[in-house]
């Protein structure tokens, strides 16, 4: 007798979950990357990375079901797209040790769906926590390995993620939805080869991964089938994309993995968050000028050292984003991380910068079994003689971290779309995502952020 295969036990897990059993802070964290992710929608929207993808679905003239945030509307499966898009062109979104990517890659394809059928808040919540669980395990034995070969991991789990949240609300049954697994698996991918060649590449890989995972979703439920062993056969995703035949442990279907979610309050690569947090640390110590620095040494897990670090002279705004050392050169030099310094040409070559830049070793260290992966060791050498250190667990915006408020999420919103969304229209939209679990029907929550803030309730 032949094992279960994995997509079906996934299946299982997904159509089976009662959403009166998710846990109240799977929930609570659903909802935190809803409000997340529409403040980066709106945000994205300011960019002119999201114009072609947004131009693209504008010329479909396709039959208008879902909201494409900034204006029009489209099949749900294209809004998932530039939604998914517009919130992954900030550099800003939700990270996760599993899953790389929550929000962006699943909750565009949420709110798509429970816009097109009009979904009670709990259920679209529920599912944003079946997609999440669905990256995290797929993540499980495979997210650094991805990394270690080029894929990027986000887009690769991500596509299954959209898939899981499309058949939940589709109310595919657990045949429809392994199928639709099957057929995903053909058109997950996605390499990491933008963080030193360039290219805005990477800001359509969460819309694409939700268009895919969306279609798949469809594309079952109209019969088509695909394989079973998508996942665990020999051509499967954990071989092709991890080198392994490593499958999560039991106890890892019993965590809802949607509570490690960690949110970024930097628009840059999450391994440069800790320093950050670190420097504004030591910048709050007796005062420095940037110019004293002799050297910068910056303690990080070996991935990190790997990955953003190794990033020293950007070319384009995701490479600026992806270096650690010129957030570090940004903040020290500028007093500010915005979004807008990120994507300034200007920056990336200003002198100043690129001279701190310069004086940052990265250099690999490990940290206590208990502490966060992403912390970080700081220390800085000033001509005077003095030497500045900070070791930082974790980073604000990591789950447990008490320097993160329930306000820092507002903040971080209202942030995003200032000078986008009129302050009313804003006002309303946190306050239906406060209340979201409780909604009866949430297909009047997208329309504020497309119609330019006409009155809808709940």
């Given at each position: 007798m032949t094992s279960q295969p994995f997509a079906d036990r996934l299946a299982q897990w997904v159509v089976g979950l009662d959403t009166d059993a998710?846990?109240?802070?799977?929930?609570?964290?659903?909802?935190?990357?809803?409000?997340?992710?529409?403040?980066?929608?709106?945000?994205?929207?300011?960019?002119?990375?999201?114009?072609?993808?947004?131009?693209?679905?504008?010329?479909?003239?396709?039959?208008?079901?879902?909201?494409?945030?900034?204006?029009?509307?489209?099949?749900?499966?294209?809004?998932?797209?530039?939604?998914?898009?517009?919130?992954?062109?900030?550099?800003?979104?939700?990270?996760?040790m599993y899953a790389s990517h929550v929000g962006s890659y699943v909750v565009p394809t949420a709110l798509a769906f429970g816009e097109l059928l009009d979904t009670p808040g709990s259920e679209v919540l529920t599912a944003i926590v079946a997609g999440a669980q669905t990256m995290a395990l797929l993540g499980a034995s495979t997210s650094l390995r991805m990394v270690r070969n080029g894929w990027h991991g986000a887009k690769v789990v991500g596509t299954f993620g959209a898939t899981a949240v499309a058949g939940r609300l589709l109310g595919l049954s657990v045949d429809e939805l392994t199928n639709?697994?099957?057929?995903?698996?053909?058109?997950?991918?996605?390499?990491?080869?933008?963080?030193?060649?360039?290219?805005?590449?990477?800001?359509?890989?969460?819309?694409?991964?939700?268009?895919?995972?969306?279609?798949?979703?469809?594309?079952?439920?109209?019969?088509?089938?695909?394989?079973?062993?998508?996942?665990?056969?020999?051509?499967?995703?954990?071989?092709m994309f991890g080198d392994t035949d490593e499958q999560p442990p039991a106890s890892a279907w019993?965590?809802?993995?949607?509570?490690?979610?960690?949110?970024?309050?930097?628009?840059?690569?999450?391994?440069?968050?800790?320093?950050?947090?670190?420097?504004?640390?030591l910048r709050g110590q007796p005062t420095f000028d940037w110019h004293d620095i002799t050297e910068i040494r910056l303690g990080l897990p070996a991935f990190a050292v790997a990955h953003g670090a190794s990033v020293t002279r950007p070319t384009d705004g995701v490479s600026a984003q992806f270096s650690t050392g010129f957030s570090l050169g940004l903040y020290l030099t500028r007093g500010t991380n915005r979004i807008a310094d990120y994507l300034e040409p200007r920056l990336w070559r200003d002198e100043d910068i690129l001279s701190l830049v310069d004086r940052v070793t990265p250099y690999a260290t490990e940290f206590p079994a208990d502490w966060p992966p992403l912390s970080c060791r700081l220390e800085i050498a000033l001509q005077d003689g003095r030497a500045l250190s900070h070791t930082q667990r974790g980073f604000r915006g990591y789950p447990g971290n008490e320097a993160t408020t329930d306000s820092d999420f507002t903040t971080k919103f209202h942030e995003n779309v200032e000078g986008v969304l009129p302050r009313e229209v804003a006002d309303r939209v946190v306050d239906l995502v406060h209340r979201f679990d409780h909604a009866d029907r949430v297909g009047a929550l997208m329309p504020l952020l497309g119609s330019g803030g006409d009155e809808v309730h709940l």
């Amino acid at each position: 007798m032949t094992s279960q295969p994995f997509a079906d036990r996934l299946a299982q897990w997904v159509v089976g979950l009662d959403t009166d059993a998710v846990p109240a802070r799977a929930v609570e964290v659903a909802r935190l990357l809803v409000l997340d992710q529409l403040g980066l929608q709106v945000r994205g929207t300011t960019l002119p990375t999201a114009l072609p993808h947004r131009r693209l679905v504008s010329a479909m003239q396709a039959r208008p079901e879902s909201t494409v945030v900034g204006g029009a509307r489209t099949t749900a499966p294209y809004a998932a797209y530039v939604n998914g898009t517009l919130a992954c062109s900030c550099e800003y979104d939700d990270m996760h040790m599993y899953a790389s990517h929550v929000g962006s890659y699943v909750v565009p394809t949420a709110l798509a769906f429970g816009e097109l059928l009009d979904t009670p808040g709990s259920e679209v919540l529920t599912a944003i926590v079946a997609g999440a669980q669905t990256m995290a395990l797929l993540g499980a034995s495979t997210s650094l390995r991805m990394v270690r070969n080029g894929w990027h991991g986000a887009k690769v789990v991500g596509t299954f993620g959209a898939t899981a949240v499309a058949g939940r609300l589709l109310g595919l049954s657990v045949d429809e939805l392994t199928n639709a697994f099957g057929i995903a698996g053909s058109d997950a991918g996605g390499t990491m080869e933008y963080e030193h060649g360039g290219g805005d590449v990477k800001r359509m890989h969460a819309g694409s991964a939700g268009r895919n995972g969306a279609q798949a979703a469809l594309l079952a439920r109209d019969g088509l089938t695909g394989p079973a062993t998508i996942i665990d056969g020999d051509r499967g995703f954990l071989r092709m994309f991890g080198d392994t035949d490593e499958q999560p442990p039991a106890s890892a279907w019993e965590h809802f993995h949607i509570v490690d979610t960690m949110f970024r309050m930097y628009p840059a690569i999450g391994s440069a968050a800790p320093a950050l947090d670190a420097a504004r640390r030591l910048r709050g110590q007796p005062t420095f000028d940037w110019h004293d620095i002799t050297e910068i040494r910056l303690g990080l897990p070996a991935f990190a050292v790997a990955h953003g670090a190794s990033v020293t002279r950007p070319t384009d705004g995701v490479s600026a984003q992806f270096s650690t050392g010129f957030s570090l050169g940004l903040y020290l030099t500028r007093g500010t991380n915005r979004i807008a310094d990120y994507l300034e040409p200007r920056l990336w070559r200003d002198e100043d910068i690129l001279s701190l830049v310069d004086r940052v070793t990265p250099y690999a260290t490990e940290f206590p079994a208990d502490w966060p992966p992403l912390s970080c060791r700081l220390e800085i050498a000033l001509q005077d003689g003095r030497a500045l250190s900070h070791t930082q667990r974790g980073f604000r915006g990591y789950p447990g971290n008490e320097a993160t408020t329930d306000s820092d999420f507002t903040t971080k919103f209202h942030e995003n779309v200032e000078g986008v969304l009129p302050r009313e229209v804003a006002d309303r939209v946190v306050d239906l995502v406060h209340r979201f679990d409780h909604a009866d029907r949430v297909g009047a929550l997208m329309p504020l952020l497309g119609s330019g803030g006409d009155e809808v309730h709940l």
